[in-house]
């Protein structure tokens, strides 16, 4: 969905959104139900957020520490994501942007400030242009058919775009 912007490749070399260590947790994606149903019959761990919504089930050691590491049951350490691109969740597939509701309830688009591809000016700034621009319709109807997709706001993130108090009314 933005590969052309940050490249698969790119992506593949990092893995950062790909691993949570316990605090992290709450950025897990929400699966839809034909994502759940396609993860059961393939045995991928799963566990029910708070939220309501299945998402995966993290396998920390037990004698990890609070900060160590769970990768996604569908990582891969030699190639990446198992699942084809098309089948992942929303949520993987537009990283570092994320859907969240202020503290007003607005929605906004953030971007997650730590992502190594954002290191680079020109990335984060066609990111942004891409998330306000092309991909805002494709983002606001995913908030409207897919709550579970859209997070409260985290300090980890800065805001791109937000709805304004008026129309968030309508």
């Known amino acids: 969905m933005i590969s052309h912007i940050i490249t698969p490749e790119h992506c593949a070399a990092c893995r950062l959104c790909c691993q949570f ?11 839809t139900p034909v994502q759940v149903t396609s993860l059961r019959k393939r045995d991928i761990p799963l566990i029910r957020r708070e939220d309501g919504s299945d998402t995966f089930a993290l396998r920390y050691r037990k ?46 688009i953030t971007l997650y400030r730590d992502c190594p591809a ?16 092309p991909l805002l319709p494709f983002l606001q109807r995913l908030a409207d058919d897919f709550p579970a997709a859209v997070r409260p706001l985290h300090p980890a993130y800065d805001i791109v775009w937000t709805t304004n108090a008026e129309s968030s009314k309508n």
Not at 21 to 31: D, F, G, I, K, Y
Not at 63 to 89: F, N, Y
Not at 118 to 133: P, Q, S, V, W
């Open 118 to 133: 954002l290191r680079d000016k020109n990335t984060r700034e066609n990111l942004i242009r891409e998330a306000t621009g």
């Open 63 to 108: 004698d990890a520490t609070p900060d160590a590491c769970a990768p996604c049951p569908l990582l891969d350490p030699g190639t990446g994501c198992t699942m084809p691109r098309k089948e992942r969740p929303v949520e993987c597939r537009i990283w570092p942007l994320r859907l969240m509701h202020t503290e007003n309830g607005l929605l906004c």
């Open 21 to 31: 260590t316990r605090p992290s947790r709450w950025e897990t994606p929400a699966l």
